[in-house]
């Protein structure tokens, strides 16, 4: 639950807020397993991250609409805007047998209202995804240990207005992704 100080980026001082200060935001949660059978779990679980107390919680354009102006690497200096983030994650997995397991899941981020239509204001919502579907396969053998998961994250679409000194007008994003994942480890 405690921020955690991992140093600085000596040659981003000047130019990343906070004199490029960097944190692991506080992270909160809750869950817990249920297994409904012998081979099959669910989950579920609620986490909390605290990524507003970031240097990057400050916002590039103001909520009226005004540049961020501040001097880069000050306190204030311009950034993309993040705020706090709690998500909600569910699951279930089952254990084929001693070798082979497989699973799937959904994780859902809650997304806080804008106090503005302005989208520049928090830049990193055009960026977010807020719902995210994941399957996954886990193979072991002997030492060694194979994971491969798969998934899919749903389109975000955000829409807002420009602010007067950037020409306004509307502007509308939209992004979605998918990734594959392959890890290897070894048990020695």
Same mark, same amino acid.
């Given at each position: 639950m405690?921020k955690?100080?991992?140093g600085?980026f @000596?040659?981003? =001082?000047?130019?990343?807020?906070?004199?490029? !200060?960097n944190?692991i935001?506080?992270?909160? %949660?809750? $869950?817990?397993?249920?297994?409904?059978?012998?081979?099959?779990?669910g989950r579920?679980?609620?986490l909390?991250t605290?990524?507003g107390?970031?240097?990057?919680?400050?916002?590039?354009?103001?909520?009226?609409?005004?540049?961020?102006?501040?001097k @880069?690497?000050? =306190?204030?200096?311009p950034?993309?805007?993040? !705020?706090?983030?709690?998500?909600?994650?569910? %699951?279930? $997995?089952?254990?084929?047998?001693s070798?082979?397991s497989v699973?799937?899941?959904?994780?859902?981020?809650?997304?806080?209202?804008?106090?503005?239509?302005n989208?520049l204001?928090h830049t990193?919502?055009?960026?977010t995804?807020y719902?995210?579907?994941?399957?996954g396969?886990?193979?072991?053998?002997?030492?060694h240990?194979f994971?491969?998961?798969?998934?899919? %994250?749903l389109?975000?679409?955000?829409?807002?207005?420009?602010?007067d000194?950037?020409?306004s007008?509307k502007?509308i994003?939209k992004?979605s992704?998918?990734s594959?994942?392959?890890?290897?480890?070894y048990?020695?």
């Open positions: 405690k955690s100080y991992v600085q @000596r040659k981003y =001082r000047g130019y990343e807020p906070h004199h490029a !200060q944190y935001p506080e992270t909160a %949660g809750a $869950g817990f397993t249920y297994l409904f059978t012998k081979k099959l779990a579920f679980e609620v909390w605290n990524l107390n970031l240097p990057n919680a400050n916002n590039n354009v103001l909520p009226d609409g005004r540049l961020n102006l501040n @880069r690497g000050s =306190r204030k200096s950034g993309p805007g993040l !705020q706090d983030a709690t998500f909600i994650n569910m %699951g279930l $997995g089952y254990n084929v047998n070798m082979l699973g799937a899941g959904f994780s859902h981020r809650i997304k806080l209202s804008r106090k503005t239509s989208i204001s990193y919502t055009l960026q995804t719902d995210l579907l994941a399957v396969i886990n193979f072991k053998y002997h030492q240990d994971f491969l998961t798969l998934s899919h %994250g389109k975000n679409r955000r829409s807002g207005f420009l602010p000194e950037l020409g007008g502007l994003g992004k992704y998918d594959l994942s392959i890890s290897w480890g048990l020695y």
